[in-house]
């Protein structure tokens, strides 16, 4: 009977040591599910890699959700990482282990010399950006960029303006990474990023989509508003609609203020909420105005201004109430929409705009190290949240 509780006790110990160090690292290593959530990262393969070495940095990059999950499918499939080359390679964010490396063997996906323009960039920064890569001036992209239906942008994004809204490239500059080289002038260059945008926009269904965004306020018209001092553009003639220029404006802000890809839709509902809420009987925002900060920072960078960061101790309320200045996101003078988009947005960006998640929300703050907000509907719960990412560091 001893011999017999010995073995059991020898078995029983085996069995967790075995669950624990073989069949949990083998069989549940975690793992993301398809081909990845539309977030493009441009990975290095350096020589001298192991597969184990290229599944440490996937997860790092945030490609796979573990090193075991891409080095599992790698030996699943007669240990066929060992024959990725050396190079650059374009993947998505959240790739199952299985994606990632059929992405890292397809050598469509291979990087030759590219110019990786990443999401988020303002038109001046991709000029610039290119221009480094190229040798091409930056003038020559700025003097390509003044007429933006040549380059392939479709006179619909235009359709709907009111007085303050220009044409402009931004936002039609789609984030990705391009072959481009010496050979190719500015317009080429600038056709192909707006090229890979339109293609973008069809394969996310963007258009169609914009159809189904539910009026957030239907009883309240705030271009109808009998205030002299709220002046809000573009007019709506009563009805209550979303051009597809008004989306990507949402989409541009949303790649400016957002941290994680959960919170997207979040802050494009906010943002929906704010240009269109009855703020004189909910009594929270003080206008139909966006009021980011973001959009403050690109009016400056249009001006050749460096951007100014969140910790900076100036009145922000106050600075961003200049009603002279169509970049002033508080100023019920420049109320509604904006005179273009702010920044290039990648295709998350464009699907949470198309896409808004429902919520009564008004308010969000940055709360967490790792980007994540919290949001609110009163400005009291947004106080409480506040006070929350102060406590985290994150506001001074």
Same mark, same amino acid.
């Given at each position: 009977?001893?011999?017999?509780?010995?073995?059991?006790?020898?078995?029983?110990?085996?069995?967790?040591?075995?669950?624990?160090?073989?069949?949990?690292?083998?069989?549940?290593?975690?793992?993301?599910?398809?081909?990845?959530?539309?977030?493009?990262?441009?990975?290095?393969?350096?020589?001298?890699?192991?597969?184990?070495?290229?599944?440490?940095?996937?997860?790092?990059?945030?490609?796979?959700?573990?090193?075991?999950?891409?080095?599992?499918?790698?030996?699943?499939?007669?240990?066929?990482?060992?024959?990725?080359?050396?190079?650059?390679?374009?993947?998505?964010?959240?790739?199952?282990?299985?994606?990632?490396?059929?992405?890292?063997?397809?050598?469509?996906?291979?990087?030759?010399?590219?110019?990786?323009?990443?999401?988020?960039?303002?038109?001046?920064?991709?000029?610039?950006?290119?221009?480094?890569?190229?040798?091409?001036?930056?003038?020559?992209?700025?003097?390509?960029?003044?007429?933006?239906?040549?380059?392939?942008?479709?006179?619909?994004?235009?359709?709907?303006?009111?007085?303050?809204?220009?044409?402009?490239?931004?936002?039609?500059?789609?984030?990705?990474?391009?072959?481009?080289?010496?050979?190719?002038?500015?317009?080429?260059?600038?056709?192909?990023?707006?090229?890979?945008?339109?293609?973008?926009?069809?394969?996310?269904?963007?258009?169609?989509?914009?159809?189904?965004?539910?009026?957030?306020?239907?009883?309240?018209?705030?271009?109808?508003?009998?205030?002299?001092? &709220?002046?809000?553009?573009?007019?709506?003639?009563?009805?209550?609609?979303?051009?597809?220029?008004?989306?990507?404006?949402?989409?541009?802000?949303?790649?400016?203020?957002?941290?994680?890809?959960?919170?997207?839709?979040?802050?494009?509902?906010?943002?929906?909420?704010?240009?269109?809420?009855?703020?004189?009987?909910?009594?929270?925002?003080?206008?139909?105005?966006?009021?980011?900060?973001?959009?403050? =920072?690109?009016?400056?960078?249009?001006?050749?201004?460096?951007?100014?960061?969140?910790?900076?101790?100036?009145?922000?309320?106050?600075?961003? &109430?200049?009603?002279? =200045?169509?970049?002033?996101?508080?100023?019920?003078?420049?109320?509604?929409?904006?005179?273009?988009?702010?920044?290039?947005?990648?295709?998350?960006?464009?699907?949470?705009?198309?896409?808004?998640?429902?919520?009564?929300?008004?308010?969000?703050?940055?709360?967490?190290?790792?980007?994540?907000?919290?949001?609110?509907?009163?400005?009291?719960?947004?106080?409480?949240?506040?006070?929350?990412?102060?406590?985290?560091?994150?506001?001074?």
């Amino acid at each position: 009977m001893t011999v017999v509780v010995a073995l059991f006790a020898i078995l029983g110990v085996g069995g967790w040591w075995a669950y624990n160090n073989v069949i949990k690292e083998r069989f549940l290593a975690e793992d993301f599910e398809g081909a990845g959530n539309g977030t493009e990262v441009v990975v290095d393969i350096k020589d001298g890699m192991f597969v184990t070495d290229i599944g440490d940095m996937l997860a790092e990059e945030g490609v796979v959700a573990s090193a075991r999950a891409f080095t599992n499918a790698s030996s699943d499939d007669g240990n066929s990482g060992e024959s990725i080359q050396v190079g650059s390679y374009t993947l998505q964010e959240e790739m199952s282990g299985v994606a990632a490396l059929a992405a890292l063997l397809d050598p469509a996906n291979r990087v030759a010399g590219g110019a990786t323009i990443p999401e988020g960039f303002t038109s001046m920064e991709v000029y610039a950006q290119l221009s480094d890569f190229t040798g091409v001036p930056i003038e020559d992209f700025e003097e390509a960029a003044k007429d933006p239906e040549a380059l392939g942008v479709d006179p619909l994004w235009f359709e709907g303006f009111g007085e303050r809204q220009v044409k402009s490239v931004e936002g039609f500059l789609f984030p990705s990474t391009y072959d481009f080289n010496e050979d190719w002038s500015a317009e080429d260059m600038l056709k192909a990023m707006v090229a890979k945008f339109n293609q973008t926009i069809d394969e996310i269904g963007f258009l169609d989509a914009l159809k189904d965004i539910p009026d957030p306020d239907p009883d309240f018209d705030p271009s109808a508003l009998s205030m002299p001092d &709220q002046e809000y553009d573009p007019p709506t003639d009563g009805e209550y609609r979303v051009d597809p220029w008004m989306a990507l404006q949402i989409a541009s802000i949303v790649q400016s203020e957002s941290g994680v890809p959960e919170d997207d839709a979040k802050i494009a509902q906010t943002m929906y909420n704010r240009v269109n809420f009855d703020w004189i009987t909910g009594g929270e925002i003080r206008c139909n105005c966006f009021h980011s900060e973001a959009i403050w =920072n690109y009016g400056r960078q249009l001006d050749g201004e460096e951007p100014i960061t969140s910790g900076e101790d100036i009145d922000w309320e106050t600075l961003m &109430q200049d009603g002279e =200045n169509p970049w002033a996101p508080n100023a019920k003078e420049k109320a509604g929409y904006l005179p273009s988009a702010i920044s290039n947005p990648g295709a998350v960006q464009l699907e949470a705009a198309a896409k808004p998640e429902a919520g009564d929300w008004l308010y969000f703050v940055t709360a967490f190290e790792d980007g994540r907000a919290l949001f609110a509907e009163t400005y009291a719960d947004h106080q409480d949240n506040v006070e929350t990412a102060k406590a985290n560091g994150m506001i001074k």
